[in-house]
Nanobody, 122 residues
Framework: QVQLEEAGGGLVQPGDSLRLSCAQS????????KGWFRQRPGKEREFVAA????????IYADSVKGRFTISRDNSKDMMYLQMDRLKPDDTAVYLC???????????????WGQGTQVTVSS
């Protein structure tokens, strides 16, 4: 059973940057595509970004394209989400996820982390 744990959330001001991390324990890190989702207050969980097993291919939601960057380091069993030019509308609980392929993790992940809160407010 894959276990995922997020870290790096916090309170920042609009325009600031923040980097989230997702640590995988159990299982082989390179064995799964990984992704980030978020749940904003009062809204359904939504896809943010995903990366394939080797880290060579990525996809993003339109709302974060050009501002967020997903990456991974399989040697450390880690995945990251660099978030730049943050907006108040980015305020959400951010969750990492793992799945069998890039497209599957973006739609129906197999494994989820517990989430980390990101609040963007002045």
């Amino acid at each position: 059973q894959v276990q995922l744990e997020e870290a790096g959330g916090g309170l920042v001001q609009p325009g600031d940057s923040l980097r989230l991390s997702c640590a995988q324990s159990r299982g082989t890190s390179g064995g799964y595509a990984k992704g980030w989702f978020r749940q904003r207050p009062g809204k359904e969980r939504e896809f943010v970004a995903a990366i394939n097993r080797s880290g060579t291919n990525t996809i993003y939601a339109d709302s974060v394209k050009g501002r967020f960057t997903i990456s991974r380091d399989n040697s450390k069993d880690m995945m990251y989400l660099q978030m730049d030019r943050l907006k108040p509308d980015d305020t959400a609980v951010y969750l990492c996820a793992a799945g069998n392929t890039l497209m599957l993790v973006a739609r129906t992940p197999r494994f989820w982390g517990q989430g980390t809160q990101v609040t963007v407010s002045s």
